[in-house]
C-alpha cells in the first residue's frame, strides 16, 4: 500500500509515520519540502507518489493566529482538502482526513454527535468546516476523522504547557469552563493504523464522518490537575496550588466553543475500535 501522509512532522504526523509504517510504503511530505500553498507542486506529487491513501495530518492549527491570517487558514484548511478529495477521486485513492470539535459553537451542553448542527466562532473552525464540506461535496471516498484537544509530548501542546508552567510557578490558573475530550496524539495514529488494517472495502463501505477523541471529557483545569499529578518528575515542580478561572479571564483574538465534548460512539461501534479512556492514555504518554 502507498500511503501519501502531508503534516508529517506535526503533532499527528508523527505519530502516524510510526503507528503507519507496517501497513505500507509513507511518503512523508510537510512544510519543510513541501508548501501546501503551492497548489502545483502539491498535485504534481499526488501525481508522482501515485498513493493508494491520502492520510491529511496537515492543517492550520494556529486558532488565533487564524483570526488575522484567514486567507492561509483558509487555504490549507479548506482549499486544500479540497483538491485532496480531487485528486484522490482521480486516482481512486482513499482519503483520510481529520477535522476538530471547533466546528461547534459549544452551546449543546452534551457530547455532540455527527450530525449536530455546525456553528463555528472563529476562523480556525470555519476554515476547517469549509475542508469538511468540500471532501463531502467531492467523489472521493473518504473518512473525516474530527477530534478534539490533541497532545503529544514532541511538541508543544497543553500538556507540555502545563508541566513547564509546573516548573516555574507557585499558583496555576486555568480555565474551567472549557470541556472537551483530550486525545493523545497516538491514539489517533493507532486508530487510523487500526482502519487502514481493516481493508479497503470497509473503510469504503463505511466511508463518512465520524467523531474520533479520547474516550470521556474533562474540563481544562480537571486535564491540567491529572496532567500534574501523573508527572513522573514531580519532584521538579514548583506548584502548590490550582485555581480555576474562565475563559473570559484571558481574553484571546478567537473565541473557542465551551463545551464542544464529542460523542465518539458512532465510530466504535462502526469498526468495532474502542477508544481509550483519556487518563489511561494520558497515563502512558506521561510515562513515555
Ligand atoms: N491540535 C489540536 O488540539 C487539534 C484539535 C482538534 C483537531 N485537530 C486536527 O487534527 C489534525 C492534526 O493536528 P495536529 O495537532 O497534529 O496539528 P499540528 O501539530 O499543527 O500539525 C499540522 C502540520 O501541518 C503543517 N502545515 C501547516 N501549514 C502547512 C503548509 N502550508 N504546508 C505544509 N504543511 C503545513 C504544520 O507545519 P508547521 O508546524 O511548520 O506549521 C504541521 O507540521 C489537524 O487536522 C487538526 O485540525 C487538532
Not at 467523489?139 to 514532541?154: E, F, G, M, P
Not at 493504523?193 to 474533562?218: I, P, Q, S
Amino acid at each position: 500500500m502507498r500511503i501519501l501522509l502531508f503534516g508529517a512532522m506535526g503533532q499527528l504526523g508523527t505519530e502516524l509515520q510510526q503507528a503507519l509504517s507496517p501497513i505500507g510504503d509513507i511518503f512523508p511530505f510537510d512544510i519543510h519540502n513541501l508548501n501546501l500553498e503551492n497548489t502545483v507542486e502539491v498535485r504534481e506529487t499526488i501525481h508522482t507518489v501515485r498513493p493508494n491513501v491520502i492520510v491529511n495530518a496537515s492543517a492550520y492549527t494556529a486558532v488565533d493566529q487564524a483570526e488575522s491570517e484567514a486567507e492561509k487558514a483558509f487555504t490549507v484548511n479548506g482549499a486544500i482538502p479540497a483538491l485532496f478529495a480531487e485528486e484522490a477521486s482521480k486516482l481512486g485513492a482513499f482519503l483520510i482526513h481529520y477535522s476538530t470539535d471547533y466546528v461547534f459553537d459549544g452551546t449543546k451542553g452534551v457530547p455532540y454527535l455527527e450530525g449536530d448542527e455546525t456553528n463555528p466562532l472563529g476562523i480556525y473552525g470555519k476554515s476547517k468546516l469549509v475542508g469538511e464540506e468540500a471532501i463531502q461535496a467531492g467523489d472521493a471516498k473518504y473518512l473525516i476523522l474530527r477530534t478534539s484537544w490533541v497532545y503529544s509530548r514532541n511538541r508543544s501542546s497543553f500538556v507540555t504547557k502545563v508541566l513547564e508552567w509546573a516548573r516555574k510557578q507557585e499558583v496555576l490558573s486555568i480555565v474551567s469552563d472549557q470541556v472537551s475530550n483530550p486525545t493523545w496524539a497516538r491514539t489517533l495514529a493507532n486508530v487510523t493504523a487500526e482502519l487502514l488494517g481493516k481493508g479497503m472495502d470497509c473503510l469504503r463501505e463505511h466511508r463518512g464522518l465520524y467523531h474520533v477523541a479520547g474516550n470521556g471529557y474533562a474540563s481544562r483545569l480537571d486535564w491540567a490537575k491529572k496532567i500534574i499529578e501523573l508527572d513522573p518528575n514531580k519532584h521538579e515542580q514548583k506548584v502548590n496550588e490550582i485555581v480555576p478561572a474562565l475563559t473570559s479571564d484571558f481574553p484571546t483574538p478567537a473565541q473557542r466553543p465551551l463545551f464542544s465534548a464529542l460523542d465518539c460512539s458512532l465510530f466504535q461501534a462502526t469498526f468495532d475500535i474502542p477508544l481509550p479512556k483519556w487518563e489511561d492514555a494520558l497515563k502512558l504518554a506521561m510515562n513515555e
